[in-house]
């Protein structure tokens, strides 16, 4: 990726736009963090802008940016990258790459590449160094996330990988998880759990009665005392939780599909999903023969 710069130089604040913040979340307790550390020991990194259209957009120093502002801050330092609006994005995970994005900010900038600059996933994939598979994940999880929920994760309201794991479910039933999770101030493994609830449940009704109940009924506790100890799981164990959990899987998905015709989707759902069924064929075929060669050989001994 082209990454020449110019020197670092002040701008005026009143210029900078924000397109690219819809990338990223911005914390309210490390923003007050940020406009103390402005106070205190003044402006310490230059943000990082680039040009378009004549005006200069924000990569990195949102948090930065905002703070000064409410300061009363008319300038800043900051670099200006020479890089297309692609690259940008591109340079917002390549900035943040030792703290990393959460799954969410990876999925809206692998989401805003796909569907704003019509990248292709294979493309995406190479720009970003992620396998193909990885592209498709984050696309499937911002697509299937309702995006109340993504506005709950925005104003702090649910973490991040709670809001992950609510996207596991049907969207009808995201906004009732999402309230749960906010009233009652679930952490992300309780999410975990309550999900794994309402997906072990056989329909929609009882899914909205589950989630209507841990609303609005009493909490549920832990049992005080140390967690119970595990026991230790021998192959055999592991095999046979695995095939459960395919014939499982496969059963529901089987379901799922029968249920909902693709049409029903948006068309860059339907071909998203079309595409992993595409992908999935050959992967059960695989399965299907070496299930056939190790039963024939069981049969035989």
Same mark, same amino acid.
């Given at each position: 990726?082209?990454?020449?710069?110019?020197?670092?130089?002040?701008?005026?604040?009143?210029?900078?736009?924000?397109?690219?913040? =819809?990338?990223?979340?911005?914390?309210?307790?490390?923003?007050?963090?940020?406009?103390?550390?402005?106070?205190?020991?003044?402006?310490?990194?230059?943000?990082?802008?680039?040009?378009?259209?004549?005006?200069?957009?924000?990569?990195?120093?949102?948090?930065?940016?905002?703070?000064?502002? =409410?300061?009363?801050?008319?300038?800043?330092?900051?670099?200006?990258?020479?890089?297309?609006?692609?690259?940008?994005?591109?340079?917002?995970?390549?900035?943040?790459?030792?703290?990393?994005?959460?799954?969410?900010?990876?999925?809206?900038?692998?989401?805003?590449?796909?569907?704003?600059?019509?990248?292709?996933?294979?493309?995406?994939?190479?720009?970003?160094?992620?396998?193909?598979?990885?592209?498709?994940?984050?696309?499937?999880?911002?697509?299937?996330?309702?995006?109340?929920?993504?506005?709950?994760?925005?104003?702090?309201?649910?973490?991040?990988?709670?809001?992950?794991?609510?996207?596991?479910?049907?969207?009808?039933?995201?906004?009732?998880?999402?309230?749960?999770?906010?009233?009652?101030?679930?952490?992300?493994?309780?999410?975990?759990?309550?999900?794994?609830? =309402?997906?072990?449940?056989?329909?929609?009704?009882?899914?909205?009665?589950?989630?209507?109940?841990?609303?609005?009924?009493?909490?549920?506790?832990?049992?005080?005392?140390?967690?119970?100890?595990?026991?230790?799981?021998?192959?055999?164990?592991?095999?046979?939780?695995?095939?459960?959990?395919?014939?499982?899987?496969?059963?529901?998905?089987?379901?799922?599909?029968?249920?909902?015709?693709?049409?029903?989707?948006?068309?860059?759902?339907?071909?998203?999903?079309?595409?992993?069924?595409?992908?999935?064929?050959?992967?059960?075929?695989?399965?299907?023969?070496?299930?056939?060669?190790?039963?024939?050989?069981?049969?035989?001994?």
């Amino acid at each position: 990726m082209h990454e020449a710069h110019t020197a670092t130089r002040m701008v005026e604040i009143a210029r900078l736009g924000e397109r690219l913040s =819809a990338l990223r979340l911005c914390d309210a307790a490390a923003l007050t963090t940020v406009r103390r550390s402005l106070e205190e020991h003044g402006q310490l990194a230059a943000v990082t802008l680039f040009a378009e259209h004549s005006g200069l957009e924000i990569i990195d120093g949102f948090k930065r940016v905002r703070a000064a502002r =409410a300061l009363g801050w008319s300038t800043l330092l900051a670099r200006i990258d020479e890089v297309s609006a692609v690259d940008a994005k591109l340079r917002v995970r390549e900035l943040h790459d030792r703290r990393g994005l959460t799954e969410l900010e990876e999925a809206w900038l692998v989401r805003s590449l796909y569907r704003e600059d019509h990248l292709r996933q294979p493309e995406i994939a190479r720009r970003m160094n992620r396998h193909k598979s990885w592209v498709w994940r984050r696309l499937m999880l911002v697509e299937a996330l309702d995006p109340l929920v993504q506005t709950d994760v925005r104003l702090g309201l649910i973490a991040p990988r709670a809001a992950v794991a609510v996207s596991r479910l049907p969207r009808g039933n995201q906004q009732a998880a999402s309230a749960v999770v906010v009233r009652r101030g679930l952490t992300v493994r309780q999410t975990e759990l309550l999900v794994e609830d =309402a997906l072990g449940l056989p329909d929609d009704a009882a899914r909205t009665a589950l989630l209507a109940h841990r609303l609005d009924g009493p909490a549920t506790t832990t049992p005080p005392g140390p967690p119970p100890s595990r026991a230790v799981r021998s192959e055999a164990d592991w095999m046979s939780v695995d095939i459960v959990r395919v014939r499982d899987i496969a059963a529901r998905l089987e379901a799922r599909l029968l249920a909902t015709p693709l049409e029903a989707f948006s068309t860059g759902t339907a071909e998203l999903i079309r595409d992993a069924l595409v992908h999935l064929s050959p992967v059960l075929r695989a399965l299907d023969g070496v299930i056939a060669t190790v039963t024939r050989q069981a049969a035989a001994a």
